[in-house]
């Protein structure tokens, strides 16, 4: 959703660095013994930057969610660093916590479940403002301010969540949101719950506070298409690790690592003919339990270029031009002279192997 | 056209409930014929009726509250008029269902074997290990791996794209010649999407059983049907194949719904073309055309409701719901990017084949 500037001019407002979020999986009596741990993110290093969108996608179960709720420190992480405007957040107490929050924002998938039921919609939007200390006539001043500008009637605010449809009470989550002048606001499954008429509506209405107010947004999704409209880059998540990051745009036209190729793939066109004419491979099989995650590149049971290194090396984020990353031995999309050109990223997982993916395979 | 004699008659079908704040019209007068072998898919938003018409053919509507109208013919025999018995006969066996949500259709404590068993047995007399083996044949061809040892999991101890396999084999265990699909993807990953329209794709092939989809999402649509029907607040507003309303659409209803799509095979546009408004409660619907408060288009005639059918020279089975004539509707299509849809980056280039 960006305008003015390319991204690179920006200011950098996030930075993610080998964050792992792993939970322990207790037995026994009252769950004194730890047997294992489920490696909802392992590693994950990225950075967004001032009035950016990075899209975060993957299917369910790849830790996007815990990957955004660890960003906005509702779960804090097991290793690695967060810094956000270049503060280490990633083990903050609650006091600062407070002052974060007031930067950094997050709109639920469900608006059903994220609205209180009993509270009107006044008081659910006035909650932040009172808690970051606006009160009175100020604060209510302020939300129906904040209604307006998300596309609601001021004079809603003494109605429930439920006299709204599910797209107004999207609006009135974003409202929320709003309510603190955040500069970034991680939105997970913002639209996925939405009818596709009104999903469009919820876009464009992010798309213009995101103009007009500056914001940054990492917002997570599974739907492809609907982070294609929004992003300015994208990163694909499987099983936990970062698969590949690109520029929205190239994601989609030059996918390097098989398992984004073979998500695109997937996903049926919405018309007939274009359906029919494209090459379609189903991938086989499902993703694997992240208890015990494969050794190697994670894909490597379900992918169909898989070869003896996959099952033993997990591959390092190889960067190719245009700042586009990709954690794969076998890179499809790319010219032998792009693979000889490629770099070892430093957001490369610490477990990695050095070994760059050579061209003989291309 | 040369279409087969339909095994399925639905004509003016029409369900109201009963409750507390009025009647609520759910399903309004909805037509439509299904072939053997043939893919449907019944499109629209939630609350459009689209589920309701499918499970009121399956007799599952059959409540105090609720007032059915119409005809539903399935072979000779009236789906709305006969008796529990004669419906019970028919469900499951020649007309089955695929829901949604699969864990609310499976029983959370009997092992998903036993269920598909049990299943196979009530409509037909064969031995228990039979059944077993038959049970186990039905999940392998549903594409569920280790089917054997799977058929003694529970359904909590599934995912997702396994438990609706699983729902695919039950629904497929008395070789129905009609298969409801209600959003049958709509919770799974696309990879496993993928897989499940396979299994649908090979089932047509294999046993010439006719398919009605129920879903939002025109990639499914696209993807796998051979039909399409667009419904709108409880009405079909459009009907015809799946190129007539993809590369033809004639109700701006069906336009909006084109264009509001964000696409992974089109750059992003500056903004997405969206439906102004919102869709009516079922139980206080405008008058005339329900589309009509949200339509840029339209006009004094809107006021009575328009009836479905062809305005087409040369094409009878493609029928629609709306007052415009033909020639403006292919103009204002073109013409007005930010409502319709059909267009292609920046509304520059309308699709081909439209014309």
């Not at chain 1, 808690?131 to 003494?158: F, I």
């Not at chain 2, 695919?168 to 990879?191: F, G």
């Amino acid at each position: 959703m960006s305008s003015a500037g390319a991204p690179a001019e920006r200011e950098t407002l996030l930075e993610v660095e080998h964050v792992k979020a792993h939970f322990p999986i207790k037995q026994g009596w009252l769950g004194g013994r730890t047997v294992g741990q489920v490696h909802a993110v392992d590693d994950m290093t990225f950075t967004l930057r001032e009035g950016e969108t990075l899209g975060l996608v993957g299917e369910s179960g790849c830790g996007k969610t815990t990957l955004a709720r660890t960003v906005m420190r509702l779960i804090e992480p097991t290793a690695g660093t967060i810094r956000f405007r270049g503060r280490d957040v990633s083990h903050s107490r609650r006091r600062e916590l407070t002052v974060l929050r007031r930067e950094m924002q997050m709109v639920f998938q469900d608006p059903n479940a994220s609205l209180n039921p009993r509270k009107r919609v006044g008081q659910i939007v006035g909650m932040a403002l009172r808690l970051h200390g606006t009160r009175g006539a100020d604060a209510d001043r302020r939300v129906r301010e904040l209604l307006q500008r998300v596309g609601l009637s001021p004079e809603h605010v003494n109605r429930f969540p439920h006299e709204f449809s599910g797209g107004q009470r999207q609006r009135i989550g974003v409202a929320r949101a709003l309510a603190v002048d955040p500069k970034l606001i991680v939105l997970d499954e913002p639209v996925s719950a939405l009818d596709v008429s009104i999903q469009a509506q919820i876009i464009n209405l992010l798309d213009d506070l995101q103009h007009d107010l500056g914001l940054s947004y990492l917002f997570v999704a599974h739907d492809l298409s609907v982070v294609r409209h929004v992003s300015d880059r994208i990163a694909v998540m499987y099983l936990g690790k970062l698969m590949e990051i690109a520029p929205a745009q190239e994601l989609y036209t030059k996918p390097i690592h098989p398992y984004t190729a073979a998500l695109l793939e997937a996903i049926p066109i919405p018309e007939p003919r274009e359906n029919a004419s494209r090459r379609r491979s189903v991938v086989a099989g499902e993703p694997p339990n992240p208890i015990a995650p494969p050794p190697g590149c994670v894909f490597h049971p379900r992918c169909p270029h898989a070869t003896d290194v996959c099952r033993t090396v997990q591959p390092p984020l190889a960067g190719y031009a245009n700042g586009h990353l990709a954690a794969c031995h076998h890179p499809r999309s790319v010219s032998s002279r792009e693979i000889a050109a490629a770099v070892r990223d430093p957001a490369s997982p610490l477990s990695a192997g050095e070994a760059l993916p050579t061209a003989d395979g291309v | 056209m040369g279409r087969p004699d339909p095994i399925l008659e639905v004509r003016d079908l029409e369900v109201c409930f009963v409750t507390d704040e009025g009647i609520v019209h759910a399903v309004d007068g909805v037509s439509f014929d299904l072939c053997a072998g043939e893919i449907l898919a019944v499109v629209g938003e939630s609350g459009c009726g689209k589920s309701v018409t499918a499970m009121t053919l399956l007799g599952l509507t059959r409540s105090p509250n609720a007032r059915v109208g119409g005809a539903a013919t399935y072979k000779g025999v009236d789906l709305l008029g006969c008796s529990d018995e004669q419906l019970q006969r028919i469900r499951g066996a020649e007309i089955a269902l695929i829901s949604q949500e699969s864990i609310g259709a499976l029983n959370p404590v009997q092992r998903i074997g036993g269920q598909i068993i049990e299943q196979i047995r009530a409509h037909e007399d064969v031995p228990k290990r039979a059944a077993r083996e038959r049970a186990i044949e039905l999940l392998e061809r549903a594409g569920m791996p280790r089917a054997r040892e799977r058929a003694d999991a529970y359904p909590h101890e599934l995912s997702g794209g396994m438990r609706q396999r699983v729902m695919i084999a039950m629904a497929l265990s008395c070789d129905p010649s009609i298969l409801i699909a209600d959003e049958p993807t709509t919770a799974l990953d696309v990879t496993i999407q993928a897989q499940i329209l396979e299994r649908f794709r090979e089932l047509r092939m294999r046993t010439g059983a006719a398919l009605i989809l129920v879903t939002h999402d025109l990639g499914v649509v696209a993807d796998i049907a051979d039909r399409v029907a667009v419904m709108y607040a409880g009405r079909i507003v459009e009907q015809g194949s799946l190129e007539d309303i993809f590369y033809d659409p004639q109700h701006p209803y069906t336009w909006g719904l084109l264009g509001a799509i964000a696409r992974i095979d089109r750059p992003r546009r500056a903004r997405l073309p969206t439906i102004p408004g919102l869709a009516p409660s079922l139980s206080e619907r405008p008058a005339g055309c329900h589309l009509r408060p949200r339509c840029p288009h339209a006009f004094h005639r809107c006021d009575q409701v328009p009836p479905l059918q062809s305005r087409l020279a040369g094409a009878p089975a493609h029928l629609d719901r709306c007052w415009l004539e033909v020639e403006r509707k292919r103009t204002l299509r073109e013409v007005a990017p930010g409502t319709i849809g059909l267009h292609g980056p920046d509304g520059a280039e309308p699709a081909k084949g439209a014309a």
